[in-house]
């Protein structure tokens, strides 16, 4: 079939671009289809179209869907990786971030616009959007007339890179802002509703908008509290006059005394100065969160006094415990620490209060309470007690789709009583001492029943790549936002099919045009021995979930994954050494195989239930010196 040269169709697409606005308009509808050809958008370039793109932008008062078609156009050419965005001029900037600040209603102006302004930022030319949008103007395209799931993930992710870019002192003024009720109620109504139909990326994009705003808390986290500072005497003064009456016309020698016992009640190992025990980090960020605690739930606040003023050891110490929990929590949310590259937990309920990690302090706080007078502890028992209460708030975390509100999070935090704790404690540790038997005989019956169990585990790693795995696209390193690509095995277990996909839809085997059969498959790269993870410059590696496939062909080539998580990426590594018959060395495939192996020995020594096994195997008696006997 004769088809036309590449170079004759981008003459043809740059003649027309030039003509009259009917000629024209209709070259732009098909341009962004024909780019997608890395060779016609190499010529194109070559040909110095993406000029003659920015300019029209510049120059020229288009229809909105023109202006869809040449921001199509754009982004499509630089998805190929030919030039940087350092080409665009200021005037196509200011261009693009009109059509954001203005009202219009085209769902993909918008989108592609966001889009655009996302990459700009990582170039000279960010200070003209930093100058051009504003974080209030960004979020008011989550209730925008499109109400299109594109243009949310967009506006989030364009609200993050702002934030990524801003020092300190620019991210502590900005998280006052986002906020505010307006912006979190925008987010909740608009984007996370019952919280069904949320992509992996918005998710992603969400859980970095919150890590981001917990980190401004780091400084304080971290930082050594003067115990002479006024302020810092203040907040102390405060906590002292809320909790308790503060009587006038005392004596120096009796207000002495009344303020060393009321410090003592409060729960301060130092009763002269508890600003001293508050120095060492967290303490900046425990006082902060005790005065919170204090102002926005009072009556709370002066019955935990009241119920711990006793003088007995048993009392549950406000103070001591308040520090305690910032550092458990600060933990669990992992303030301070690098964003993950992929997934990330978002919890809805931190849209429910401006100050959502204080609020969490005010619950939990409660529930320390609670659990130490559960416990009957005492002072020397503190550690003991943040155990539990660590596996209560970690536990009612982890039921997401439950707690989507402060006031559910409190329900379930209270109802993970000690006990109910202590038993799923006990639990777990009992299953664990039943698999983990050492006697000779139990090893024996393991290594009888593992070669089975074993095949069985390479059945579900390879039943687990014939389902199939959405990955997403990296390029020298660099993650792509919202491009995917899926791959499964054939239920022949012959071929890999692979192709592009979206973060919703699972493509099915006719869907997925390119493939790789297991027979060529030579070798597996993993970690820094991956081709596409060779050239990143920076030394400490992001992705350490990356893996390829050495592809026996007459030209070297490799099949390249970035794994979102451990698990997917040694199930992955199982199911292929599984193909090439090869051991499966993953630390997922040993804990599969220990648990079918515990669950499987279990079984087969129910009738022993109650005998005990000796360590030792018992002697076999001696022979006898002839075999001429026989029983009567």
């Known amino acids: 079939m004769i088809t036309t040269s590449v170079k004759k169709l981008v003459d043809d697409i740059m003649q027309k671009l030039g003509l009259s606005t009917n000629e024209r308009n209709e070259t732009l509808k098909k341009l962004n289809l024909h780019l997608k050809d890395a060779t016609v958008a190499r010529e194109f370039v070559r040909k110095e179209g993406h000029k003659v793109l920015t300019n029209l932008i510049e120059s020229s008062k288009l229809d909105s869907c023109v202006t869809v078609y040449i921001l199509q156009s754009i982004i499509q050419l ?13 005037a196509f900037v200011n261009k693009v971030t009109g059509y954001v600040n203005s009202n219009v209603s085209d769902a993909q102006l918008l989108q592609h616009s966001l889009s655009i302004l ?4 990582g170039t000279s030319k960010a200070h003209y959007v930093e100058r051009g949008v504003t974080i209030p103007n960004l979020a008011s395209k989550v209730q925008s007339k499109t109400n299109d799931p594109k243009v949310h993930l967009n506006t989030i992710s364009l609200i993050n890179a702002l934030f990524l870019r801003a020092d300190e002192k620019q991210r502590t003024a900005i998280v006052p802002t986002i906020s505010t009720r307006n912006i979190r109620n925008l987010i909740a109504v608009n984007i996370i509703r019952d919280g069904l139909n949320i992509g992996s990326e918005m998710l992603h994009q969400l859980y970095i908008l919150q890590t981001l705003c917990l980190s401004t808390l780091a400084e304080k986290k971290n930082a050594m509290l003067c115990p002479q500072d006024p302020e810092v005497l203040d907040k102390i003064r405060e906590l002292r006059a809320i909790a308790f009456e503060v009587e006038y016309g005392m004596t120096d020698t009796i207000r002495q005394h009344s303020l060393t016992r009321e410090y003592r009640k409060l729960g301060f190992n130092n009763d002269v100065n508890p600003a001293c025990e508050l120095q060492n980090p967290p303490g900046k960020l425990a006082l902060d969160c005790m005065c919170y605690f204090a102002r926005n739930h009072t009556d709370r606040y002066r019955k935990f006094i009241f119920e711990n003023s006793k003088g007995s050891d048993r009392d549950c110490p406000f103070g001591s415990t308040g520090i ?152 020298r390193g660099q993650r792509l936002k919202d491009k995917f690509w899926f791959i499964r095995l054939s239920p022949s277990h012959k071929v890999f099919h692979y192709g592009d996909c979206d973060d919703k839809t699972i493509p099915s085997l006719e869907e997925l045009k390119n493939k790789v059969p297991v027979m ?45 998580d451990e698990q997917t990426y040694e199930y992955w590594l ?58 009567q």
């Not at 630089?78 to 200021?90: K, Q």
């Not at 929990?325 to 933990?331: E, G, M």
């Not at 005492?378 to 003991?384: E, F, L, V, Y």
């Not at 669950?599 to 010196?625: D, R, S, Y």
Request: aromatic share 8%; net charge negative; proline share 6%.
């Open 574 to 631: 199982d199911g292929i050494n599984a193909l090439l018959g090869r051991p499966l060395v993953s630390k997922e495939a040993k804990n599969d195989l220990d648990m079918l192996l515990a669950m499987e020995v279990k079984l087969q020594t129910l009738e022993l239930e109650g005998i005990e096994i000796p360590e030792e195997l018992p002697v076999l008696p001696p022979e006898p010196e002839t075999y001429e006997f026989y029983f």
């Open 520 to 564: 060529e498959i030579k070798d597996v790269l993993i970690g820094k021995d991956c081709p596409h993870v060779k050239d990143i410059k920076s030394k400490k590696m992001t992705h350490p979930y990356v893996f390829s496939m050495v592809l026996d062909t007459p030209e070297p080539s490799t099949l390249d994954f970035v794994a979102p």
């Open 78 to 90: 630089m998805d190929h990786n030919i030039l940087s965005w350092e080409f665009v001029e200021a």
């Open 324 to 475: 305690e929990l910032t550092r458990l929590l600060c933990d669990i949310l992992q303030i301070g620490e690098p964003l993950q590259e992929q997934g990330g937990t978002f919890y809805p309920m931190f849209l429910g209060s401006d100050s959502p990690f204080f609020e969490m302090f005010s619950i939990c706080i409660q529930a320390v309470n609670k659990t130490w007078k559960e416990m009957h502890a005492t002072t020397a028992d503190i550690s003991k007690v943040f155990q539990i209460v660590r596996e209560q708030v970690i536990r009612t975390l982890v039921k997401e789709e439950e707690v989507r509100s402060f006031d559910t999070f409190r329900s379930e935090l209270q109802r993970l009583s000690y006990n109910e704790i202590n038993n799923l404690l006990q639990q777990e540790r009992q299953l664990k001492e039943e698999s983990g038997s050492n006697s000779k005989q139990i090893l024996q019956l393991r290594e009888m029943l593992a070669p089975e169990l074993l095949e069985l585990v390479q059945q579900q790693r390879i039943g687990y790549l014939v389902r199939g795995t959405r990955f997403t696209k990296y390029v």
């Open 118 to 121: 996302e990459a700009l930022l």
